[in-house]
């Protein structure tokens, strides 16, 4: 028994350490249901399955390390294909994608979710406040320093104090980030 306990205290660090090794990705809907008891906002990647800047921010921004930590600490991490076949509900409305092939190869038929969330471009990171309401959407392939602007914009509520281009501009000349490639 010793023997074991001994084991769990010096394994629990590096447990604990795997557990951070990558996002915690959820759906849509396990996300909205999460907020019912801890509100927090939600990152979206929408990506799609032959999108390669997708891929890409899979492996390079979503694998940081500071990344990681700091959406898991901060945001429910919400993976989301625009092109799924799969129906969803968000805020007691149904979302499909009619248009969908699946002896399609490449580019498939959009889903209305995607649309609704004014997703055009892959991939985009959709932010919503604690109220599942649609703050913005950044399109493109973003490094983790990149990311990291818009992040801790909406995770410290910095976003309620910008009101004009002047102080978006300003907010981002004076963001020192501190996440490292």
């Known amino acids: 028994m010793k023997k074991i306990l001994s084991l769990l205290l010096i394994l629990t ?11 915690e990705w959820i759906s849509v809907e396990e996300a909205a249901e999460l907020m019912k008891n801890e509100p927090r906002k939600i990152m979206m990647d929408v990506y799609t399955e032959w999108c390669g800047p997708c891929k890409m921010m899979m492996k390079n921004t979503f694998s940081n390390a500071d990344v990681i930590s700091f959406v898991n600490a901060n945001y429910y991490a919400v993976k989301f294909n625009a092109e799924s076949p799969d129906p969803i509900q968000f805020k007691n409305q149904p979302f499909e994608n009619p248009d969908y092939d699946p002896a399609r190869k490449g580019r498939n038929g959009v889903h209305q979710f995607a649309r ?6 892959y991939p985009t990171i959709v932010y919503l406040d604690e109220d599942l309401n649609f703050l913005t959407g950044d399109a493109g392939y973003k490094t983790a320093t990149q990311i990291e602007l818009m992040l801790k914009f909406f995770a410290q509520d910095d976003y309620k104090k910008v009101s004009t281009q002047e102080e978006w501009d300003a907010y981002q000349t004076n963001f020192k980030p501190s996440f490292k490639e």
Do not use: D, K
């Open 13 to 23: 660090p590096f447990l604990i350490q795997a557990q951070q090794s990558q996002i």
């Open 116 to 121: 609704y969330m004014r997703v055009n471009a």
